[in-house]
């Protein structure tokens, strides 16, 4: 996290389950009361995916933010659809990978920078079982190096 960042809610989940080629950050258009939740911490992007219209607009569907604790009955829809601001070339280019087999956009982080809500989505290939095994087993060794090395060191 560089400065002036704060972190709502990332997908560690992702990571397992895609191989991320590229990663964008993306504004999003949200109502008062979702920044309101947002700046309460709560948010869930674990089963999130952005999609693409024909009109070459961005959509992040099944981004859960619950209602603003101290909202009135104007508050917002928990899963509603959710535009996400990008660079014309940017959609074109994530729009045309996934026509692609195998290929899928979805959120890896949700955050504010400067207090403006943002999302890093990510370009992802989804893993096959044993691709998911193979990198369980690269991080746990990884881990048992670092173990090792950190007690040599006391």
């Known amino acids: 996290m560089s400065e002036g960042e704060?972190?709502?809610?990332?997908?560690?989940?992702a990571f397992h389950d895609?191989?991320?080629?590229?990663?964008?950050?993306a504004g999003l258009v949200l109502q008062?009361?979702?920044?309101?939740?947002l700046r309460e911490g709560?948010?869930?992007?674990?089963?999130?995916?952005?999609?693409?219209?024909?009109?070459?607009?961005?959509?992040?569907?099944h981004m859960q933010i619950p209602p603003y604790s101290l909202g009135t009955d104007?508050?917002?829809k928990p899963?509603?659809?959710?535009?996400?601001?990008?660079?014309?070339?940017?959609?074109e280019r994530l729009d045309a990978r996934v026509k692609e087999k195998g290929y899928t956009v979805v959120p890896l982080k949700l955050y504010f920078r400067n207090g403006m809500a943002k999302i890093?989505?990510?370009l992802g290939k989804g893993k096959a079982q044993y691709d998911k095994r193979e990198t369980m087993k690269k991080k746990e060794a990884q881990r048992d190096i670092d173990r090792a090395m950190s007690r040599r060191k006391h």
């Open 79 to 91: 899963f509603r659809r959710r535009k996400l601001l990008l660079k014309r070339r940017e959609i």
């Open 18 to 25: 895609y191989f991320i080629e590229d990663q964008v950050e």
């Open 120 to 122: 890093k989505i990510g």
């Open 6 to 13: 704060k972190l709502i809610v990332s997908n560690k989940r």
């Open 42 to 61: 709560k948010a869930s992007i674990a089963e999130a995916y952005v999609d693409f219209d024909d009109d070459g607009e961005a959509w992040i569907n």
């Open 32 to 37: 008062g009361t979702e920044v309101k939740a």
């Open 74 to 76: 104007a508050n917002h």
